[in-house]
């Protein structure tokens, strides 16, 4: 087909190109494109002279207006702590009580700890504070250290068996390991244990018993149901934070357990850690009586 081939309908010359009798038309680009184009080209070329744009080694070209989102970002911080101030003040100096009874301070609190959870917490205790196996679930009624705001605080001001000098101090011996019990002993203590869910008999005279009241109730107290505040866990209920299967148990009495909640001082305000107890001890009472 030749190139100089006119089509008879529109006027416009052909490419040459045919497929099936259909001939591509030379046209000329729409008009409208050309301006779009030319405007957004002039567009690039004031936007290059007034706003930053162009890097030069460790700096850029400012540009004539001088805006600097960096600016932007740090004077929107600022207005947000200024009108935040006056209510993390109250939440860091007033008393839980006194929190509690503002139910504007408290939708403030819980609002602005659910995101420093998720960001914090989430990963170890799930975004429901539902835990895992070495994580403790938050969301029941089942606390190790005491389940009120302000022992809460205090968890989370110290941490776990973690390096602040006021922390929380919590260990269970490694019975198997370090030669306290033999493999045999600590073969009963693992079935005995097993049988608490039915509670203690007192002077129950079996070697199991036995050996619990000699070498574990100092801790999981004579009735095995644990000593809050002192890290020692309930026996005879169904939540276990490590599990409850003889073979873990008997690895827990073998090489002991020994888990580290971190100290949340100097990573988070005071008004964060009590804004963070408060929703913290929210999850417990909303989730009170769950299955664990």
């Known amino acids: 087909m030749s190139v100089t081939e006119r089509d008879p309908i529109s006027g416009y010359l052909t490419t040459g190109h045919d497929w099936n009798g259909i001939k591509e038309l030379n046209s000329p680009v729409p008009r409208i494109v050309l301006w779009f184009l030319a ?5 690039a070329v004031i936007a290059w002279l007034l706003f930053p744009t162009w890097p030069l080694g460790n700096t850029y070209t400012k540009g004539l207006l ?3 989102q960096q ?3 740090a004077t929107d911080l600022a207005v947000a702590a200024t009108a935040r101030a006056s209510w993390m003040a109250a939440l860091a100096t007033q008393d839980f009580d006194t929190i509690r009874e503002n139910p504007d301070l408290m939708a403030r609190a819980k609002a602005t700890a659910a995101p420093l959870f998720g960001q ?3 990963v170890c205790h799930g975004a429901d504070g539902t835990g895992g196996p070495g994580f403790p679930r938050l969301s029941d009624d089942i606390w190790l250290w005491g389940g009120t705001a302000e022992e809460i605080e205090t968890t989370l001001r110290y941490g776990i068996n973690s390096p602040h000098p006021d922390t929380r101090f919590a260990q269970m011996p490694a019975f198997g390991r370090d030669g306290l019990l033999t493999r045999a002993e600590i073969a009963v203590v693992t079935d005995y244990v097993l049988t608490l869910a039915n509670g203690v008999i007192p002077d129950d005279p079996a070697e199991g018993a036995v050996l619990f009241q000699t070498d574990c109730a100092g801790c999981h107290g004579a009735d095995a ?3 809050e505040g002192t890290g020692a866990p309930d026996l005879t209920d169904a939540d276990w934070l490590y599990g409850g299967a003889p073979t873990t148990i008997r690895q827990t009495l073998l090489n002991g357990r020994q888990g580290v909640m971190p100290a949340w001082q100097g990573r988070l305000s005071d008004a964060e850690i009590r804004m963070m107890a408060l929703y913290v001890e929210g999850l417990s009472v909303d989730g009170a009586g769950d299955a664990p």
């Open 39 to 43: 405007v957004t080209h002039i567009y």
């Open 66 to 68: 001088g805006g600097d």
């Open 71 to 73: 600016d932007a970002v």
């Open 120 to 122: 914090n917490c989430q």
């Open 225 to 227: 149901r644990g000593l």
